[in-house]
Nanobody, 125 residues
């Protein structure tokens, strides 16, 4: 599956952005999807993930209560709604996918086999 991440930009602290991860090439509804981010000088880290049906999701502690992951399988899209953004949320955000009909979600980037190109999110203080 090919992934295209979009929706990044520059926003002030406290603002919101909505990232989208569009899929092509395969039926997205059979894929688990995760969002990861990498800040300058830091390792890539887990942000959120959702299973193939949307029935299970998981969040990093740092974004819990502020970010919401969702999916619309009819539109082949997974979204990440980011509210109450903080300067420390500044990073390149990547979406990733793996074929899986499991009810579980995976937080390790090693689990995912397909990656999008990344979209820059910058939060100013």
């Amino acid at each position: 599956v090919q992934l295209q991440a979009s929706g990044g930009g520059l926003v002030q602290a406290g603002g919101s952005l909505r990232l989208s991860c569009a899929a092509s090439g395969h039926t997205y509804s059979s894929y688990a999807v995760g969002w990861f981010r990498q800040a300058p000088g830091k390792e890539r880290e887990f942000v959120a993930a959702i299973n193939w049906s949307g029935g299970t999701s998981s969040y990093a502690d740092s974004v819990k209560g502020r970010f919401t992951i969702s999916r619309d399988n009819a539109k082949n899209t997974v979204s990440l709604q980011m509210n109450s953004l903080k300067p420390e949320d500044t990073a390149v955000y990547y979406c990733a996918a793996r074929y899986s009909k499991s009810g579980l979600v995976m937080t390790s980037e090693r689990y995912y086999s397909s990656w999008g190109q990344g979209t820059q999110v910058t939060v100013s203080s």
